[in-house]
């Protein structure tokens, strides 16, 4: 496949700046020709800005008036499902934002049903970070030896009131006051999936979650339990509502191993023991980077026909740990 792809986006909304500009950043194999969007002024802000003529008010207008050869959507999570069984319907490759499906279940059921439509992608960016790919490979090379023990932090004070009486996360996204599955299912999924790219299959054992703003829906804190197949510790400590810290989320993560271990602290990344190796990253780099080398490798994907690295059936492992962390803390029914 030499050609440039045609691609269609669906969804005009605050993450989608961040798909144009990865697709700006590989022009010359692929380019969005149309933007579907029902907010006319979203839709055509994004249009001006990237040079895009065509903008449609839903994705069966766009779908049904525009030649594709892919779509990326970009859309709520609420509409992930429908919009995927859309684009299948007319065999078209589709790179889905996460999580596929608002649960484990429905995960499961359209990932079956389109099977044999479409080839099917998830838009899982978090692991696709320069940071967390260069740990990656240290584990692989086995730097640090045998994994003993890892923890993944994220402290913030985001849903809390700053100087000027805003709670930054919620202005960022509006969205996130009224989700009742808010921290796990929509934040920590990321790290969740990034953890299973680097220490392999999860199981949670134990989950804690809770809630510092009374006024939203879901929760802003959370320590998860795991463990990896090998029986190594794995624990998550997280919480929107941390007074003290800085209201932006930065990632500290620490892997222990028999002979050297591995620590992310903010920009810095270090690794300890017989071959050791230090790195530093620019995070706003990395932030749009991640989106930038997730998109190239759905291009790179369907190109040499090769499968995704988060596929559906590697996200739905993904989204077991999401409500496998619900059901053992016991939130929901408690709610």
């Known amino acids: 496949m030499n050609k440039r792809l045609r691609i269609g986006l669906i969804g005009a909304g605050m993450v989608s700046r961040h798909h144009l500009i990865a697709w700006a950043d590989i022009a010359g194999r692929a380019r969005v020709i149309a933007i579907a969007d029902p907010s006319r002024e979203n ?4 249009a ?52 596929l499906a608002p649960n484990l279940q429905e995960a499961i059921e359209l990932a079956a049903e389109v099977r044999d439509q479409t080839r099917l992608m998830v838009h899982e960016n978090w692991r696709f970070r320069g940071y967390y790919r260069d ?30 009486g805003l709670r930054p996360a919620l202005e960022r996204q ?3 006051r009224g989700e009742r599955r808010m921290l796990v299912a929509e934040v920590l999924i990321h790290h969740l999936d990034t953890l299973r790219m680097l220490l392999g299959p999860l199981q949670v054992t134990a989950a804690g979650l809770s809630r510092t703003y009374s006024e939203m829906a879901g929760e802003d804190g959370a320590v998860i339990q795991m463990k ?24 500290r993560l620490d892997i222990l191993g028999e002979t050297g271990s591995i620590r992310l602290d903010g920009p810095q990344l270090i690794c300890a ?3 050791p190796a230090e ?6 780099v990395e932030y749009q ?25 590697d996200n739905i492992e993904t989204l077991r740990l999401v409500e496998d962390c619900y059901r053992l803390s016991g939130w929901e029914a408690a709610r």
Not at 239 to 247: D, E, I, L, N, W
């Open 48 to 99: 001006d800005e990237f040079g895009i003529s065509n903008i449609y008010a839903d994705a069966e207008a766009m779908l049904a008036a525009t030649e594709l050869d892919a779509v990326d959507i970009a859309a709520p999570r609420q509409f992930h499902a429908p919009l995927v069984r859309l684009a299948a319907k007319h065999r078209l490759p589709v790179l889905c934002q996460k999580p």
């Open 228 to 251: 990896t197949e090998r029986g190594a510790a794995v624990t998550v400590f997280a919480s929107f509502g941390a007074h003290g810290f800085p209201a932006s989320q930065v990632d």
């Open 174 to 176: 509006p969205f996130m």
């Open 279 to 284: 790195k530093r990253y620019d995070l706003a």
């Open 135 to 164: 740990a990656a490979a240290w584990l692989r090379e086995g730097r640090i030896g045998s994994v003993k023990q890892a923890q993944l932090t994220l402290l913030t004070s985001g849903v809390l009131p700053g100087p000027d």
């Open 289 to 313: 980077g991640s989106y930038n080398r997730t998109i190239a490798h759905f291009v790179q994907s369907l190109s040499d026909n090769t499968p995704f690295e988060t596929a559906p059936e």
């Open 43 to 46: 839709a055509t802000g994004r």
């Open 273 to 275: 023991g017989a071959s």
